[in-house]
């Protein structure tokens, strides 16, 4: 049985070790959305949505554990994300994924950006950040 909830102010430790074990920036609840997988009752991954400004959410974070994985939890971080973004009536959402993955963000709706000029100045920032952190190509896409 796998079920998302919105992360509490007690899961943050667990939150933050995950993050540190995968190089990802640290979290704290003020202005992030965070959601936890559950399958069977066990954590088994994670998911953010930052606040950028008042109409735009960078999704981003998103990880499943290891024994969990080939359990659709991914898909169901990002669908629950996107479900509490257009509950919060967000204009934009961003991503910065690795390459490899711009299938599975595509099939949620996402497009790569091809047009920088509208972004955020804080989401590019980000970016830049991500291609110069990263062996791994990342790419830039909305919702």
């Not at 430790?13 to 066990?42: M, P, T």
């Not at 934009?92 to 972004?119: M, R, T, W």
Request: aromatic share 12%; glycine share 6%.
């Amino acid at each position: 049985m796998l079920h998302i909830e919105k992360a509490k102010l007690d899961d943050l430790q667990w939150i933050n070790f995950q993050y540190e074990k995968i190089d990802f920036i640290s979290s704290h609840l003020d202005n992030e959305e965070i959601g936890i997988a559950y399958f069977n009752g066990q954590k088994a991954g994670l998911g953010r949505l930052v606040k950028v400004d008042e109409n735009t959410f960078e999704m981003g974070g998103i990880y499943t554990l290891e024994d969990y994985r080939g359990k659709k939890i991914a898909d169901s971080i990002v669908a629950f994300l996107i479900k509490e973004a257009r509950k919060l009536q967000i204009q934009n959402v961003y991503c910065i994924p690795f390459e490899h993955l711009k299938p599975f963000y595509s099939k949620h709706g996402f497009q790569e950006v091809v047009d920088l000029a509208a972004v955020p100045k804080q989401v590019i920032d980000k970016y830049n950040w991500c291609l110069e952190q990263y062996d791994i190509k990342t790419l830039l896409m909305k919702l």
